[in-house]
């Protein structure tokens, strides 16, 4: 039986995406760090390999059995991580994948980029076609293997590009930064809170995804997958305080103040060697409109979001507080 390969496996998308291929029945392969966490994996019949996908010929050896692709796995955005290691995950391993799947012939190759790669919206929402403005090096990078990947399905390798925006859901943390003040009541809106977000529910990617990589519509195409609505960052934050069952947070400062002070102390931390508190990405979250038009991945793919923010915040929520998280 052929298999189907899913980078990035122990991480938040790549793990939910492999229980819902071993759900509908298939055989997964996950190529895996040797410092990952593979238990969880293990314990759903998940083969984990040891594989260091920036190394070709590690990459090549390990391939025989392949015959689709999720190419997930990415060196995410750190404040003053290495940009050649952004380099060599987003870049190069893709590349080295890219290869290695031309080489074997598969079927199917899935690439996972980032609504990122367009940077900044100015006329919400955007389409795939909207133009690319990467806006640091973890967006540059991505955008640079979105490209190649391109390059490749131009050229005959059967493959689909997909571009995920703020994936939330049981699992993740990264929007605890949201969810723990608001919690507490300390959360303060930086701006007018007029700023439009857009959240992805984890359920809904995976439907989007599965979809990309299965239907014959997708070939050669890229499709932004993301949820039903969007908000205002102010709706947004009130949403939470539903789910929470608190109440909607008051308190707002203006923007320029603060994002001045974000490149001050991002400088100061910089010359001292330390993670900054605070700098301009962080503050930019409440200043940069971030909404997407999902109709092309609706159109050719019948791809239709289920969970309502609503329900979404409500299922994270709950998550978080039974991880005793917030
Ligand atoms: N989260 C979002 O809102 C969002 C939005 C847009 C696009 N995306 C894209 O969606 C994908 C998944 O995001 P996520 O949030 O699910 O990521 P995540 O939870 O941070 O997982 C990242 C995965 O990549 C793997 N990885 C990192 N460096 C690697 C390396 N050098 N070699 C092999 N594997 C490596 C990690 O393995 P380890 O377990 O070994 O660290 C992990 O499995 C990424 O391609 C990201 O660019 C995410």
């Known amino acids: 039986m052929s298999k189907i390969l899913v980078t990035g496996a122990t991480g938040f998308t790549g793990g939910y995406l492999c229980k819902r291929?071993?759900?509908?029945?298939?055989?997964?392969?996950?190529?895996?760090r040797a410092s990952s966490n593979t238990k969880q994996l293990e314990d759903i019949g998940v083969e984990c390999r040891v594989v260091d996908i920036r190394d070709p010929e590690s990459v090549n050896d390990n391939f025989n059995d392949i015959d689709r692709v999720y190419h997930i796995a990415a060196?995410?955005?750190?404040?003053?991580?290495?940009?050649?290691?952004?380099?060599?995950?987003?870049?190069?391993?893709?590349?080295?994948?890219?290869?290695?799947?031309?080489?074997?012939?598969?079927?199917?190759?899935?690439?996972?980029?980032?609504?990122?790669?367009?940077?900044?919206?100015?006329?919400?929402?955007?389409?795939?076609?909207?133009?690319?403005?990467?806006?640091d090096h973890y967006q540059e990078t991505k955008l640079e293997g979105e490209l190649l990947a391109r390059d490749y399905f131009s050229k005959g390798l059967r493959g689909a590009v997909f571009r995920?925006?703020?994936i939330y859901g049981p699992g993740d943390t990264r929007f605890l930064k949201l969810f723990r003040p608001v919690k507490k009541g300390t959360f303060v809106m930086i701006g007018s809170g007029k700023t439009l977000y857009h959240m992805t529910y984890i359920d809904d990617l995976i439907d989007g995804i599965v979809l990309v990589g299965t239907r014959e519509e997708a070939l050669g195409e890229v499709f932004t997958l993301a949820g039903g609505e969007y908000t205002t960052l102010g709706?947004?934050?009130?949403?939470?305080?539903?789910?929470?069952?608190?109440?909607?947070?008051?308190?707002?400062?203006?923007f320029y103040p603060v994002f001045l002070a974000s490149i001050v102390c991002d400088r100061v931390c910089r010359a001292?060697?330390?993670?900054?508190?605070?700098?301009?990405?962080?503050?930019?979250?409440?200043?940069?409109?971030?909404?997407?038009?999902i109709s092309k991945a609706k159109r050719l793919l019948g791809y239709q979001p289920k969970v309502s923010l609503e329900q979404g915040l409500q299922k994270t929520a709950k998550w978080y507080k039974s991880q005793g998280l917030i």
């Not at 934050?237 to 308190?251: G, S």
Request: with cysteine.
């Open 21 to 32: 291929l071993v759900k509908d029945g298939e055989q997964v392969v996950a190529f895996v």
């Open 75 to 135: 060196a995410w955005r750190s404040e003053h991580a290495d940009r050649n290691e952004f380099h060599r995950v987003n870049v190069d391993a893709t590349r080295n994948l890219l290869e290695a799947a031309k080489r074997a012939d598969i079927k199917m190759f899935v690439h996972c980029s980032t609504v990122g790669v367009q940077g900044d919206i100015n006329e919400p929402p955007a389409d795939e076609e909207y133009r690319f403005q990467p806006g």
């Open 164 to 166: 995920p925006v703020g």
């Open 235 to 254: 709706e947004l934050v009130n949403a939470i305080a539903d789910a929470l069952k608190k109440p909607h947070p008051k308190w707002r400062i203006p």
């Open 272 to 293: 001292l060697g330390i993670e900054p508190v605070l700098y301009p990405r962080r503050v930019e979250f409440f200043y940069k409109d971030r909404a997407f038009d």
